[in-house]
């Protein structure tokens, strides 16, 4: 997850965006039929976006802590010009930027795309973001894909469940389900988006067929189970992950049968043994004894754990790899320089040697730039999420630093154009590789990386 703490920001997101981003005049997309209506978004600075859109029903009532199930479809036209609310979390989505509406009810997915008629179908990159599984949102204004989208891709950034909310296990609850397991919504969330984006994406211009998976930190950890999933197959054709991955070594999993007892105690906290009383409970009331768990001595003690189901996960990633079980398609994989050696360079380091161990390709980075805001500024190194605000192309405003922090045209700038072309080169085609670009090796023994610092080439990643 970005650390953007002392960034300035405590005005507000509103304000935020209103200051850095001049009042332009949005016109009114043409409305777009999907399976569940029309819906209505806005054209602005030669992209579209269409913003809350709901991939499934409202997870409330009896739905909560089940598998996402179908959209209600509605008549008329959806107005898709504002953020559905995110899902139940405490604070703000990214430190520094605000903290956003909250519900239950937010299963829902943004998506921009070229403003201009497309020649034929584009690629797409479906985007997941960090937080621990306990923050995050997909309307964030980190994660807006205008400039992602100006290089000629649609990106779609979506909501999913989160802490007790996403990760919930019970043995009623296994029980009930017709897989015969509990657990794990998060990821079902994030494969019922992906189907989603199948059945309806071409209407957008998008290409079903080419869906490209990209992620940070807890995100990048999603996509390396989802690359190991039996219900993923064929729902994204490549994938990149930024400083995140369940391959550190030692399984980030627990059993079913651990993920029932960690819900059993949570239910007997929260004085509701039984499911119908844990679905009768308010949302808040479970929130704020998930985030006192999440927070005891800095360890999660609450359902903060995703499980080997059976379902979903036959078994941990690394032996889904051992088995030769991963899906064999391209892989973008990195980590920044000041990110945790063993949570988050170990797991990058490791997930490339063995997606490249099956013949895969795979296109390794080495992120150093620092950039220069607090706190990576003051700090001096490139820490974890240093690497976002280049590839979304959202410097923090410079009028919050003057002229002691600026974002500077030539380095900067550059930098962040570069790696968006070698993160859509590699969308649109499994290569990042393009014209006039530093050429990028793929991964092998000898961990030949792109570095992106202050210079951009080809470095042997560094032994730490």
Request: proline share 8%.
């Amino acid at each position: 997850m970005l650390a953007l703490g002392g960034l300035g920001l405590a005005g507000g997101l509103g304000v935020y965006v209103l200051l850095f981003y001049p009042l332009v005049l949005a016109g009114q997309a043409e409305p777009i039929r999907i399976e569940t209506g029309l819906v209505q978004g806005l054209t602005q600075g030669g992209v579209s976006v269409y913003r809350g859109i709901p991939f499934a029903a409202a997870p409330i009532g009896d739905l909560r802590w089940r598998a996402p199930q179908p959209a209600t479809s509605w008549q008329g036209v959806r107005d898709a010009s504002r953020f559905a609310p995110v899902c139940m979390q405490s604070g703000e989505t990214v430190p520094g930027l605000g903290v956003e509406p909250t519900s239950e009810d937010c299963l829902y997915l943004n998506i921009w795309t070229p403003a201009e008629e497309p020649t034929g179908p584009l690629p797409v990159m479906v985007w997941l973001y960090g937080g621990g599984h306990h923050v995050g949102s997909g309307s964030a204004r980190l994660y807006w894909g205008d400039r992602i989208a100006g290089k000629g891709v649609i990106v779609v950034t979506l909501n999913y469940r989160l802490g007790a909310f996403g990760m919930m296990a019970h043995p009623e609850l296994s029980a009930e389900a017709e897989y015969g397991a509990s657990g794990n919504y998060l990821l079902l969330d994030q494969i019922a988006a992906l189907q989603w984006v199948q059945r309806n994406i071409a209407a957008f211009g998008g290409d079903p067929g080419n869906v490209t998976l990209f992620g940070q930190s807890a995100g990048g950890t999603s996509i390396s189970r989802l690359m190991v999933s039996p219900l993923t197959e064929g729902l994204f054709q490549r994938a990149i992950a930024q400083s995140g991955g369940d391959l550190r070594g030692a399984p980030d999993t627990v059993s079913l049968t651990e993920a029932e007892q960690i819900g059993l105690d949570f239910a007997a906290k929260l004085g509701a043994p039984s499911l119908a009383e844990l679905r009768a409970l308010p949302a808040a009331e479970i929130l704020a004894n998930d985030i006192a768990g999440y927070f005891d001595n800095g360890t999660p003690e609450g359902p903060h754990k995703i499980n080997v189901d059976g379902y979903v996960l036959p078994g941990t990633v690394s032996d889904a790899y051992a088995q030769g079980r991963e899906h064999h398609i391209p892989l973008l994989v990195g980590y920044n320089s000041g990110d945790d050696p063993l949570i988050h360079r170990g797991a990058g380091r490791r997930w490339a040697h063995v997606h490249a161990q099956g013949g895969d390709d795979v296109f390794a980075y080495y992120f150093t730039k620092v950039p220069p805001y607090p706190p990576f500024r003051f700090r001096g190194i490139a820490g974890h999420g240093a690497e976002l605000i280049y590839l979304f192309g959202f410097p923090p405003p410079a009028f919050f630093y003057a002229v002691e922090f600026p974002w500077n045209a030539a380095r900067d700038a550059k930098l962040s154009d570069m790696m968006l072309t070698y993160w859509t080169n590699f969308a649109a085609t499994g290569d990042p590789n393009g014209e006039a670009m530093p050429l990028w090796p793929d991964f092998n023994e000898d961990e030949n990386v792109l570095e992106f610092g202050d210079a951009v080439g080809v470095i042997e990643l560094p032994q730490e």
